[in-house]
């Protein structure tokens, strides 16, 4: 999955209309409009990179006649001392996009690293680590894409395409039942092709879920390694499970070993340290 243009092409006009306003002043004050220069992505820390073609893609919706020779890819293993790549052009370009790149770029590292070691404690089991919407906001659509880069998969994306009943629905709703049934009849009488998952915080509510047909998925909220497994046990296959709510690195292997199909995790993108990397330039 890349990230698409259209949404990146906005998210860079907003963010240079904040960025640079009317002007970068420093650069315009101190260098020559024609000067021509060239700058390397310098990694200085340990980790997973991501946001490679996200940053082409934004050196070039800035200035199209930049060029960028990529040295190393999204998903890789990195080290401080290497580089990533190199941008050639106009000197007031490459300015204008730094910091937007380096923002861009650190944040979706950071990711991406922290997405890697928790997908490695899932390793020899079915289970795969997902993301929430815990996200930056407007930065969504590039803190999903450095999950996927770093071996984690994409939950919903918003509330537009799934229908997620978690605890508070079910309440207002009152009770499993009832929100399975109307939100069945709005899935269909609207003819979207979502799937319906439901919340349960305990073996009864999974039995009112496991007794209603209009379910796809259910999420195990709150429930421990052995509650999940038994759960998992309870459901059979029939529908796609989910543990979710305060899985740690620590714990997340004891909820795969259950056999639960995913496991969703917010730390993944609400609490992430950057990584550290820098852009270095020198004249042509």
Do not use: C, W
């Not at 020779?69 to 580089?83: N, Q, R, S, T």
């Not at 229908?163 to 009832?178: C, E, F, M, R």
């Amino acid at each position: 999955m890349a990230v698409e243009l259209s949404k990146l092409e906005q998210f860079v006009a907003l963010a240079l209309q904040e960025d640079v306003g009317n002007g970068d002043h420093t650069s315009l004050s101190t260098i020559q409009e024609n000067v021509r220069g060239e700058a390397k992505l310098l990694v200085k820390d340990t980790g997973i990179l991501a946001g490679i073609n996200v940053a082409k893609d934004i050196f070039h919706i800035i200035d199209p006649d930049l060029q960028i020779d990529i040295a190393l890819e999204d998903g890789m293993e990195v080290k401080p001392e290497d580089i990533a790549f190199f941008v050639q052009g106009s000197v007031h370009s490459i300015l204008k996009a730094e910091r937007l790149v380096l923002n861009v770029m650190q944040r979706m590292s950071g990711i991406a690293t922290r997405t890697r070691l928790y997908a490695k404690q899932l390793d020899g089991t079915k289970a795969k680590v997902l993301d929430t919407r815990k996200t930056t906001p407007l930065l969504r659509f590039l803190e999903k894409e450095a999950v996927r880069i770093g071996g984690g998969a994409n939950h919903r994306f918003g509330l537009y395409d799934m229908i997620l009943i978690k605890d508070n629905h079910v309440d207002y709703a009152g009770g499993i039942s009832n929100a399975l049934i109307r939100a069945h009849s709005y899935r269909t009488t609207r003819g979207l092709s979502i799937p319906i998952e439901i919340e349960v915080r305990s073996f009864q509510e999974l039995e009112d879920v496991l007794s209603n047909e209009y379910v796809d998925r259910v999420m195990f909220d709150n429930f421990t390694p052995n509650d999940v497994e038994k759960a998992v046990q309870m459901v059979d296959g029939r529908l796609v499970t989910e543990a979710s709510g305060g899985i740690t690195f620590e714990t997340i292997r004891d909820y795969a070993l259950t056999g639960v199909d995913y496991i969703s995790v917010g730390a993944l993108t609400h609490s992430v340290k950057s990584l550290d990397l820098s852009l270095k330039a020198k004249i042509v």
